[in-house]
């Protein structure tokens, strides 16, 4: 059975940093993409960020590029989400995802394992 654990979100002033981290288990991790995603109050969940099994090929939706950095740690299992200079416009639950397959992709059809979420709050 796989898991995702997320783990780092908190309250932050509008130009400070976060670290998200997301724990999985249950298959082999290298295997297969991951990502993040957000959702915020009264709107859908939008992708964030993804990263291929090897940690070689990542994309961002267009509002984060420059910002936030995604990674992982194969040997650890891990893959985190370092979010830089943040705004109030980036509050929302963010979600770690687990691909499908090997390869990045923006879209949620291509995610069949989701965590819990951790709430992002940036005060303006």
């Known amino acids: 059975q796989v898991q995702l654990v997320e783990s780092g979100g908190g309250l932050v002033q509008a130009g400070g940093s976060l670290r998200l981290s997301c724990a999985a288990s249950?298959?082999?991790?290298?295997?297969?993409?991951m990502g993040w995603f957000r959702q915020a109050p009264g709107k859908e969940r939008e992708f964030v960020a993804t990263?291929?099994?090897?940690?070689?090929?990542?994309y961002y939706v267009n509002s984060v590029k420059g910002r936030f950095t995604i990674s992982r740690d194969n040997a650890k299992n891990t893959v985190y989400l370092r979010m830089n200079n943040l705004k109030p416009e980036d509050t929302a639950v963010y979600y770690c995802?687990?691909?499908?397959?090997?390869?990045?992709?923006?879209?949620?059809?291509?995610?069949?394992?989701w965590g819990q979420g951790t709430q992002v709050t940036v005060s303006s």
């Open positions: 995802a687990g691909g499908r397959g090997y390869s990045t992709s923006s879209l949620t059809y291509d995610y069949d394992y």
């Open positions: 990263i291929d099994g090897s940690g070689g090929s990542t």
């Open positions: 249950g298959r082999t991790f290298s295997r297969y993409a």
